[in-house]
């Protein structure tokens, strides 16, 4: 696990960590995506959009890795406690994801998961005003954390391109 921190201009800190899971979740990750249909019972499409989709069954094993990230946790400087996770997969469709923060202030993760590196289909990092610092790749087992969600603008700069299988673990935390 390569972890490198970005400080924003606010005050809040991206933590971009690359290699984040072991092969063999990441094994074990990929499997359950390529499960992905619209036809499968574990997958359900999100209450307002038919271009997300969410994984229903089990994370058991990944989860188990992914509460136990002392890296990350020497990185932060704090204590995170798992949350919850979240398996989804985001489909072609009507253009980019517009610039927000959470709406609550606990840790959140992104670890994308793909056959395909697409430079430009990560997540964007914007300043306050909305305007652009960084775009993300969107590459295998690579991703990010933020302090807190409350308090980085991010968003999808661009929509995602047909051909792309666009699955994201998400990740909450808490602190101790």
């Known amino acids: 696990m390569l972890i490198s921190t970005v400080n924003l201009s606010n005050g809040s800190r ?5 290699q ?14 390529h499960t992905y249909s619209q036809n499968n019972d ?14 229903h069954g089990s994370l058991e094993n990944i989860i188990k890795e992914i509460s ?15 949350a919850n996770a979240s ?3 985001d489909l072609p469709g009507p253009g980019g994801m517009t610039p927000h923060v959470e709406g609550d202030g606990s840790y959140l993760a992104q670890i994308y998961i793909s056959d395909k590196e697409w430079p430009d289909c990560g997540t964007t990092i914007y300043n306050d ?5 960084f775009q993300l790749p969107f590459r295998d087992n690579f991703g990010w954390l933020f302090e807190y969600g409350t308090t980085v603008m991010h968003g999808r700069e661009h929509d995602v391109p047909d051909g792309l299988n666009r699955f994201s673990l ?3 935390y808490t602190v101790n």
Not at 14 to 18: A, N, P, T
Not at 69 to 78: F, H, R
């Open 14 to 18: 991206v933590f971009l960590i690359d």
């Open 20 to 33: 984040w899971l072991t092969a063999d979740a990441l094994k074990e990750l990929r499997s359950i995506c």
């Open 42 to 55: 574990n997958w359900k499409s999100a209450d307002w959009s038919d271009l997300r989709w969410y994984y």
């Open 68 to 82: 136990t990230a002392k890296s990350i946790n020497d990185a932060v400087g704090k204590s995170l406690i798992f």
């Open 87 to 89: 398996l989804w997969i």
């Open 129 to 133: 005003q909305k305007q652009i610092l």
């Open 170 to 172: 998400m990740i909450w």
